[in-house]
């Protein structure tokens, strides 16, 4: 019985997504996690208001970045108001988890600052990369 190469091209195609992803991900979440920090340590804001703000400049540039390069080439691009629609509602979905993160973590728990910022880039990026690449940018 012949062996299935273990990187094949389907294989290598997501990984290329999964790291481009990362790597937009990362900016994404410093633009986020700058603002939220700003916010609450230079303006005083609530947590979570400030959460909401550095929230909106994320999805902005996760959306451009994440449709011009970490799914490029992935579905088809003639649907654009479907996929916007999409994107907002995983961004929320996003949004939703990280806003329990920062409300249990630092409100709740009263843990410091930056007590969510490894739920934050950890563990919400691989539902939110799943939901993205199944159903956003099908």
């Known amino acids: ?25 990362v900016l994404a979440s410093l633009v986020n ?15 979570n208001l400030a959460w909401t703000i550095g929230f909106v400049g994320a999805a902005t540039t996760g959306y ?27 961004s929320l979905i996003s949004f939703a988890l990280n806003s329990l993160w920062v409300w249990l973590l630092v409100q709740h728990m009263d843990l410091p600052l930056w007590a969510p910022y490894p739920p934050v880039l950890c563990v919400t990026p691989l539902l939110v990369f799943w939901l993205n690449r199944v159903w956003v940018f099908e």
């Open 33 to 47: 996690i700058g603002i939220y920090h700003g916010c609450v340590q230079m303006g005083g804001l609530d947590p």
């Open 64 to 90: 451009v970045i994440h449709g011009q390069w970490s799914f490029k080439g992935h579905g088809s691009r003639d649907r654009q108001a479907t996929r916007i629609t999409r994107f907002i509602i995983v």
């Open 1 to 25: 019985m012949p062996r299935t190469p273990y990187m094949t091209h389907e294989r290598m195609v997501l990984l290329g997504q999964l790291v481009r992803y990362g790597i937009t991900g």
